[in-house]
């Protein structure tokens, strides 16, 4: 099958699917590069090598930029971080393991809104992008479902000087509030993802040993240390991969009933 029928049959199924469905369970995907996708990009360009694990599911949705229901297919950011390349994620991969440890769980929504090189900073109250995440948030529950958990997997640009690490612990633990606040979900799960890589290894470090803190209520932390990389920053492809069953693995043995 050539690439331009495959993509337009695809592009078929997606509207017609998602007329048909809307998704159950909801997760909120933010952070940066590594969340939004970069497995099969070098040079900027994206290899479009799709892993069985990210392939299509007609119990897979994704918010669109537009804030429409689609049946998901990577890369999932595409229309959300719309200034990089982006590639393979962990959303597809998470959402297949949920549901093959689960196949009553429900049909999944997936919400992108990672942005890549973005600080901390850039994500508090009031900014853009936090605008955005609440934004899309909302827009998710108009047809019904409910949000189960925030994926997020950040930091990275918060390793590029001592200030911006230092004070990462206050930061991230308003955001966290914060957007807890602004959901009205004062115990919304979320799952964060302690970074594989940064810009410098002893503020990396620092970054690192706020996020395996994990002394939040409802927070879990999955560990991307020692994943294999793209490149010296983003992981690859077979990481998104493991990083996705890692983040459903916790997400299933941690908060296995649904929050109300």
Known sequence: MSLTIFLAFLLAFSVVQSQELSPTKIFLLAGQSNMAGRGGVNNDTWNMIIPPESTPSPFILRLSSNLTWVVAHEPLHRDIDTAKVCGVGPGMPFAHEVLANDPNFGVIGLVPCAIGGTNIT??????????????????????????????????????????????????????????????????????????ASGYNSTLEEIVRAVQ???????????DAKGLPLEDKLHLSTPAQVQLGKMLADAFLNNFPKPIQ
């Open 122 to 195: 850039q994500w508090a109250k009031g900014s853009q992008y936090y605008k955005q995440l609440v934004d899309r948030a909302g827009a998710s529950l108009r047809t019904g479902g409910k949000i189960e958990a925030l994926l997020w997997y950040q930091g990275e640009s918060d390793t590029e000087n001592q200030t911006d690490a230092n004070m990462y612990k206050e930061r991230l633990y308003n955001f966290f509030t914060n957007i807890r606040s602004d959901l009205n979900c004062p115990i919304l799960p979320i799952i964060q993802v302690a970074l």
């Open 212 to 222: 395996l803190e994990n002394d939040l209520p409802n927070l879990q932390t999955v």
